[in-house]
């Protein structure tokens, strides 16, 4: 045998050498689920070790993260249901708590990196991404408020917008929407390929977000489609979003790897609720170890194409890297 690729994993300095991907913290985004109110940190159940936070209660959160070195986060409302209607008005109002928490945390870490969320479902009397309209998510009717949506978001402080709702153009009637009110250094994460998918259960628990009719199948992509991630990425290229995002990751680590190969903007991937809650609960069954599934889990994420992951397990993540998990 001349050629044994054993002898380069003969001992640790030498696997070392040669190992080809690293993952950093610099690389994680952490959700955060935020609310109204004070003093308040409610846990998720489907999420175990995921809150409801207040204002107060995220920015000692937010504290926590940088002392761990980590600076990246994305933030999503749990609306009232009350404040709800059929076109998301609450949204924009600048009296929203999350765009209040937004300014908040600007102002006291000027360092971090937040990203919203842009989509109607939070702020929806019908649950939806979109405008409802007998049954029928409406395209055109969406689009100006998901721009309103934005601006108020970029005014508010964020980094990122993050439109989440899959309709058609809108990347471009947002980043139109953004230069024209002066925010053309605010820059957008498309998620460019989200697909419809059963992994977003406990997520929707959280938010209390599910569609009250319907699914959402008609704008979220068929999992059984790939060449229809390039078209959307050609068309998230060409109306000026900065990142591309795949959503969920895991399922679609070949949709990361085909956009990381034709694409050169940053990719991006989100490890979903659903993800994560399936892996925490084999390791509280004892059947997984979580110190060692979760970080080879991101890493397999990462070695798919994904530049940047957003993922539950960021701060954890962090904290091990530190020694302290
Ligand atoms: C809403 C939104 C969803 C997620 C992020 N933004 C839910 C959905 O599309 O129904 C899911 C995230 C997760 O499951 O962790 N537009």
């Known amino acids: 045998m001349l050629r044994r690729p054993r002898r380069n994993r003969n001992n640790a300095a030498i696997r070392n050498m040669v190992e080809e991907t690293h993952l950093r913290v610099s690389n994680l985004v952490y959700p955060l689920f935020v609310v109204d109110g004070k003093g308040i940190k409610e846990e998720i159940s489907s999420m175990p070790g995921n809150f409801r936070m207040s204002q107060d209660v995220v920015l000692k959160e937010i504290r926590e993260c940088i002392k761990l070195g980590l600076t990246n986060f994305i933030l999503f409302p749990a609306v009232a249901e ?22 908040a945390i600007k102002k006291k870490f000027p360092d971090t990196c937040i990203i919203s969320d842009v989509a109607m479902d939070p702020y929806s009397s019908d649950g939806h991404d979109g405008y409802v309209d007998d049954g ?7 689009l100006p408020i998901l721009a309103k949506m934005a601006v108020a978001q970029a005014q508010a402080g964020f980094d990122l917008i993050g439109p989440s709702d899959m309709m058609d153009g809108r ?3 947002i980043r139109e929407a953004l230069d024209e009110a002066g ?26 977000s599910a569609p009250k009719a319907g ?5 979220q992509m068929n999992p059984a489609n790939k060449k229809e991630a390039l078209i959307e990425a050609e068309l998230d290229t060409a109306e000026g979003a900065d990142f591309l995002m795949v959503k969920p990751a ?3 680590l070949d949709v990361i790897h085909v956009l990381k190969q034709n694409f050169d903007l940053p990719i991006a991937a989100y490890h979903v609720s659903g993800e994560c809650a ?7 069954n004892g059947w997984l170890e979580y110190k060692k599934a ?20 960021a701060k954890d993540f962090a904290k091990l890297v530190k020694g302290k998990l």
């Open 171 to 173: 990347i471009q009637v």
């Open 278 to 284: 399936m892996l925490i609960a084999a390791c509280q």
């Open 136 to 142: 029928q998510i409406v395209n055109d009717v969406t």
């Open 82 to 103: 009350k404040l709800k209607d059929k076109v998301a008005t609450y949204s924009y109002d600048p009296e929203n708590f999350y765009l209040k928490i937004a300014s």
């Open 294 to 313: 979760m970080p080879e889990t991101l890493l397999s994420i990462h070695r798919a194409g994904a530049d940047v992951i957003i993922t539950y397990f």
């Open 183 to 208: 925010f053309y250094t605010t820059g957008i994460m498309s998620y460019t390929a989200k697909y419809a998918s059963a992994f977003y259960g406990p997520f929707r628990d959280a938010l209390d």
């Open 250 to 252: 895991l399922n679609y």
């Open 215 to 219: 699914d959402k199948k008609t704008y």
